[in-house]
């Protein structure tokens, strides 16, 4: 399926013209916005069918809770960048927050809510995301409410890259399910309610990540909008754009590539 992309062009001098602040706050919201999309992506990228062996299928579902994670840690980051470069800037918030359209004013109010009270986003990135110091003992807490059935198993391999410690992947993936307080009392002494609860969290989190990738796409063109009204606009077709439904991110990789980072760094000492 092709798709349009439409090169916005901006000459340096017209991006120096809009004031420091607004500037400023363009940038960081577009650097949050490709972080958040790429980072969602991975998610989405799930296998789709059942993974030929039980081996793959908890490693790719750690992977994916590690992505995960690391997307909640850039959520709450991007609303404490609008909170202080935004909302809490009166010549910003008056001159662009006054007139949202009606997505993004949803958008804005959901998030209110959301981050105006305790929410997972926060408490995980806090206590888990970001933080191997485990203050609160989490790991431990969640190793003893596991039992002794679950997979309590390590994957070796002579690549450190195909070595997955799935115990430790299972113990900190419940750390912070637990955090998100999704679990099912009923079912949270085992892995299914783990899963269950894992799930649930995926959805709220994407729906975060899209109500705030919604406010900051309206805001940066509106600053575009209000100080370069007409930026050079070139249209390109890319022919045979992939579907997303089709991607799979396994964990596992062919060892005769084992050397992939010596490579990757010879390659950048040939660039130079």
Same mark, same amino acid.
């Given at each position: 399926m092709a798709i349009e992309i439409h090169r916005v062009i901006f000459e340096k001098k017209q991006l120096a013209d809009i004031p420091k602040d607004e500037r400023s706050l363009l940038l960081l919201m577009g650097h949050a916005t490709n972080e958040l999309n790429v980072l969602s992506k991975f998610?989405?990228?799930?296998?789709?069918? &059942?993974?030929?062996?039980?081996?793959?299928?908890?490693?790719? %579902?750690?992977?994916?809770?590690?992505?995960?994670?690391?997307?909640? %840690?850039?959520?709450? @980051?991007?609303?404490?960048?609008?909170?202080?470069?935004?909302?809490?800037? &009166?010549?910003?918030?008056? &001159?662009?927050?006054?007139?949202?359209?009606?997505?993004?004013?949803?958008?804005? &109010?959901?998030?209110?809510?959301?981050?105006?009270?305790?929410?997972?986003?926060?408490?995980?990135?806090?206590?888990?995301?970001?933080?191997?110091?485990?203050?609160? %003992?989490?790991?431990?807490?969640?190793?003893?409410?596991?039992? @002794?059935?679950?997979?309590?198993e390590f994957y070796l391999s002579k690549t450190h890259g195909n070595t997955f410690y799935y115990a430790c992947e299972m113990v900190a993936t419940g750390s912070a399910l637990s955090l998100a307080g999704k679990m099912d009392e009923k079912e949270q002494d085992g892995l299914a309610g783990d899963i269950k609860a894992f799930s649930e969290l995926s959805n709220a989190v994407l729906e975060v990540s899209k109500h705030i990738t919604t406010l900051f796409s309206w805001l940066i063109s509106d600053i575009v909008a209000a100080h370069a009204p007409e930026p050079k606009v070139?249209?390109?077709?890319?022919?045979? %754009?992939?579907?997303?439904?089709?991607?799979?991110?396994?964990?596992?990789?062919?060892?005769?590539? @084992?050397?992939?980072?010596?490579?990757?760094?010879?390659?950048? @000492?040939n660039a130079k």
């Open positions: 998610i989405l990228m799930m296998r789709k069918d &059942k993974p030929p062996t039980q081996v793959e299928d908890f490693t790719e %579902g750690g992977q994916v809770f590690i992505i995960m994670r690391t997307l909640i %840690g850039k959520l709450h @980051e991007a609303w404490e960048l609008f909170k202080a470069r935004a909302q809490s800037n &009166k010549a910003i918030s008056e &001159k662009h927050l006054t007139k949202l359209d009606e997505e993004a004013a949803r958008a804005l &109010k959901t998030l209110n809510d959301y981050f105006g009270k305790k929410n997972a986003v926060t408490e995980i990135r806090n206590k888990v995301a970001f933080h191997y110091k485990d203050k609160d %003992g989490l790991m431990e807490e969640n190793f003893q409410r596991l039992p @002794e059935t679950e997979p309590w070139i249209t390109e077709t890319l022919e045979d %754009g992939p579907k997303l439904s089709e991607f799979a991110l396994p964990y596992f990789f062919d060892e005769d590539e @084992e050397d992939w980072t010596k490579q990757f760094q010879q390659n950048a @000492e």
